[in-house]
């Protein structure tokens, strides 16, 4: 795995033009789609007040530097359904979608450096990856809340076409809220099975699995 300090070398080599950030969302809900996004900046970008890993940024800030930034930052973002994360796994799902928002910004950017938030690996592709990328790379920063705010968003229009689930507040995530619905409805068609209680496995353990030594940041 990669560190911060190499990350800061490979900055300073020259090689590169841009910083290309990806970071993933929704990894762990119940319900709705897996995001991944990718978002391109130049190496001197001057990082916008309040931008932080998206955990770090309140959801109001959030969705203001998504509407200001969206259309002066490039990006890619590409969802996962639940089905694909049922039948696939979720590691297949994630790289699937981490490899096409990457690859769709190195092609206008090819000379950038790539950055991934986590332990994740996409070998097609050279790329930095280390834990705590989206609080300290601007780009995986940008990228950490673009993801968040686009998936949130979907999520909101989710919750119109399956209501009672309160999918538009939590995000599909397994809050108690969540778990009362799903007793009293079921699942739905955007309910990831191999999630729900009792059902196969946790999405921890799906993922050490699928890659073992690999933990969820």
């Not at 916008?48 to 259309?71: A, H, I, M, T």
């Not at 790329?127 to 300290?136: I, K, T």
């Amino acid at each position: 795995m990669s560190s911060f300090e190499e990350y800061t070398e490979e900055v300073r080599s020259g090689r590169w033009t841009h910083i290309v950030g990806a970071d993933e969302t929704g990894y762990g809900a119940w319900a709705g789609p897996l995001c991944v996004c990718a978002a391109a900046v130049p190496l001197d970008w001057p990082i916008p007040v309040g931008l932080n890993d998206s955990k770090k940024v309140r959801p109001k800030r959030r969705e203001e530097l998504f509407d200001l930034y969206r259309d002066r930052v490039p990006y890619s973002a590409t969802m996962a359904p639940a089905s694909e994360i049922d039948s696939d796994g979720v590691i297949s799902a994630l790289k699937r979608c981490y490899r096409e928002s990457l690859t769709a910004l190195l092609e206008r950017f090819p000379k950038a450096l790539v950055v991934l938030d986590g332990e994740v690996k996409i070998p097609e592709i050279e790329h930095l990856n280390f834990p705590r990328a989206d609080g300290q790379v601007p780009a995986v920063m940008v990228a950490s809340v673009f993801a968040k705010v686009i998936r949130d968003r979907y999520m909101v229009k989710l919750a119109k076409s399956y209501p009672g689930y309160g999918l538009g507040g939590h995000s599909g995530y397994g809050v108690p809220e969540h778990q009362a619905a799903l007793a009293k409805l079921g699942p739905s068609p955007i309910h990831r099975m191999s999630y729900l209680p009792g059902e196969k496995l946790t999405p921890e353990e799906m993922r050490e699995i699928d890659e073992p030594g690999m933990v969820a940041d």
